[in-house]
Each structure stands twice: as structure tokens, then as C-alpha cells.
């Protein structure tokens, strides 16, 4: 099973070499590029390609890190949240159940009602 993925492996890296050298040699046109800061003479059009293909990767990448980034900073505070509710629900838990306790309790102040979340 390892040569057969050894041999998949070095067939698919030469199906993109031959597909990268064809893309090449069908785009090997040069062309003047014209930007703010300057002209650049005789870019091949592969070339060109190939750059904007890399800087839309780029723009791509820094968007969905920035908003992962934010989800797991929510995530962080959502898990926060639910063991802080956790521990009130167990400390609810602990209080008696019986009417006599209950009146005990909130004479003691043991108890507590009315409390915002």
C-alpha cells in the first residue's frame, strides 16, 4: 500500500510539473506592466498570473485569520461563561430541598434570590 501511494504521489507531482510547464509555454508573452509606483517592461504573462493567483491567496488567508482569530476569542468566552453557570448550578444543587431548611437557610443568609446572571 506504500508503493502505491509513493507511485500516486510522484505521478501527481509530475502531472504538475507537465501542467505548469504547459501553462508556461502557452503564456510566455511579454507584456509592459504599469503600477503607481512604476512600469516593469517585458513581465511574461505566466508570470503576472501566477503573482495575482499568489496575492489573492494571501488576502484570502489574512481575512479567514482575522475571523478565526474572533471565533476562538468567543469560543474562549462562551466556555467561560458556561463553567461560571456550572458552578452556580452545582452550588444551586447543594441547597436543601425541604420547606424547614429552606427557612433555615434564609434566616442563616445562606440563601440568595433574585441574583442577575
Request: net charge positive; hydrophobic share 60%; charged share 20%.
Amino acid at each position: 500500500m506504500v508503493i502505491v501511494r509513493r507511485m500516486a504521489a510522484l505521478a501527481l507531482f509530475v502531472l504538475l510539473l507537465v501542467v505548469g510547464w504547459k501553462f508556461a509555454h502557452a503564456n510566455a508573452d511579454e507584456v509592459r506592466l504599469d503600477l503607481l509606483f512604476g512600469a516593469f517592461e517585458g513581465v511574461k504573462v505566466w508570470w503576472l498570473a501566477v503573482a495575482s493567483f499568489a496575492v489573492g491567496a494571501l488576502v484570502a488567508v489574512a481575512a479567514c485569520f482575522v475571523e478565526m482569530t474572533r471565533l476562538g476569542l468567543l469560543s474562549r468566552r462562551y466556555r467561560k461563561a458556561i463553567t461560571r453557570l456550572e458552578a452556580e448550578l452545582h452550588g444551586l444543587r447543594a441547597l436543601p430541598l425541604s420547606p424547614e431548611a429552606s427557612a433555615t437557610a434564609e434566616r442563616s443568609g445562606a440563601a440568595r434570590t433574585g441574583r442577575d446572571l
